[in-house]
């Protein structure tokens, strides 16, 4: 996979402790790399950092907060001297941006800035991915999908802050990391809407549905007809491990910006998306899972979208579960975990995924799966 580049090679991971930085993080050490987090602290309880007891498998450096401490996170990189680097740490919820605006943007901006500074000043090639999020754009609900010279911005502090740090990537790019200015190459990720087994992040509809059905109580749900491009865990990640990979070599993809999303049979409802899951899941009617609870804490768009057609082409990258498979991806994570109760049996059970995700991609004849 991904040319063996990864293989004995020294990688960063900034938020190991969160979502998909636990599931990069075990996903790298498959592939052989010598994984180092850096992350504040678990976004949940439960977490799959701690669930899994993924401290176990790398290198972590906790309680470190990437906005306000420059110093703790430059000497951790200097000592480890990385061959590549992802950066993942943020704040990830809309919601929580609401009630700690200051935190978020301290985090999501300032804490990009921290991570691209330090690696500026490394006297190594470091090949570094840092990953924003959808949100970054300014969304206007375009029927269309947002592409990567699309207006920045948003209406939410959150949204705010991840367009704020594609400015910040871009800026740094083209001040010290452009045509040879530095032996480092960076490039930006942009993904959401993920789903998957070990995310337990509050006003986030997979895992508010897990709490309740795992306590035999129904979902509220605020908007049943928003749609969105859903997607697995494993999407993006590929999607991060490919570009890279051919960053490593293609010195021509430094400061370039990518999306990376479903295809357009994954634009589904909330609604269908619990009906599909909480079938999985158990339920004989769909409509005894949940229940509509209308109400405006705060905006929440209807439609947003990504067109990943550079990834595509540049990257010869491409989406790989179907809606289907992708829920049951999910729903069996959470059943495996609930009845379970041992973390050597979930380690098996994420390696499993990833081997069979891997699987379909070969089966598919991907190129990073080869």
């Not at 919601?95 to 500074?117: C, E, K, M, R």
């Not at 930006?188 to 993920?194: C, I, K, L, P």
């Not at 549905?209 to 306590?215: D, H, K, N, V």
């Not at 990943?308 to 809606?323: G, V, Y």
Request: hydrophobic content about 35%; overall charge negative.
């Amino acid at each position: 996979m991904f040319n063996n580049i990864f293989d004995g090679k020294n990688v960063i991971v900034t938020g190991n402790s969160g979502f998909k930085g636990s599931w990069l993080s075990l996903w790298l050490r498959i592939l052989g790399a010598k994984v180092h987090g850096i992350s504040f602290m678990p976004p949940s309880d439960p977490n799959m950092f701690e669930s899994l007891k993924i401290e176990n498998q790398i290198e972590s450096f906790s309680k470190i907060n990437i906005g306000e401490n420059y110093s703790k996170v430059n000497e951790i990189i200097s000592k480890i001297k990385p061959d590549f680097f992802f950066h993942l740490a943020a704040q990830p919820l809309v919601s929580v941006s609401y009630n700690d605006p200051l935190f978020t943007i301290q985090t999501n901006v300032l804490g990009t800035a921290n991570i691209l500074n330090s690696i500026y000043q490394q006297d190594i090639k470091v090949v570094s991915v840092i990953i924003t999020s959808d949100k970054c754009y300014d969304n206007l609900e375009l029927e269309r999908g947002y592409r990567e010279d699309d207006v920045l911005g948003g209406k939410d502090v959150y949204s705010g802050s991840k367009g704020a740090a594609e400015l910040i990537f871009k800026s740094y790019y083209h001040s010290f990391f452009k045509k040879n200015k530095h032996n480092s190459v960076i490039a930006s990720a942009r993904a959401g809407n993920v789903i998957g087994g070990g995310d337990w992040g509050i006003n986030r509809i997979v895992p508010d549905a897990i709490r309740s059905w795992s306590e035999n109580k129904k979902l509220s749900i605020r908007n049943p007809l928003s749609t969105r491009p859903w997607q697995h865990v494993l999407e993006p990640l590929s999607g991060y491990l490919t570009l890279a990979s051919k960053l490593y070599y293609e010195d021509e993809l430094n400061g370039e910006n990518f999306n990376f999303g479903p295809d357009k049979t994954s634009n589904k409802t909330v609604k269908d998306l619990i009906e599909k899951l909480s079938k999985r899941w158990g339920f004989d009617n769909a409509t005894d899972s949940y229940s509509v609870k209308h109400t405006e804490d705060f905006h929440e768009a209807g439609l947003l979208q990504l067109d990943c057609s550079k990834a595509n082409e540049k990257l010869d990258w491409q989406p790989n579960l179907s809606f289907d498979e992708m829920v049951n991806f999910s729903s069996d994570w959470y059943k495996k975990f609930y009845t379970s109760n041992n973390n050597e049996g979930m380690l098996l059970q994420v390696e499993e995924q990833i081997e069979k995700y891997v699987d379909l991609a070969k089966n598919k004849n991907f190129s990073w799966a080869k």
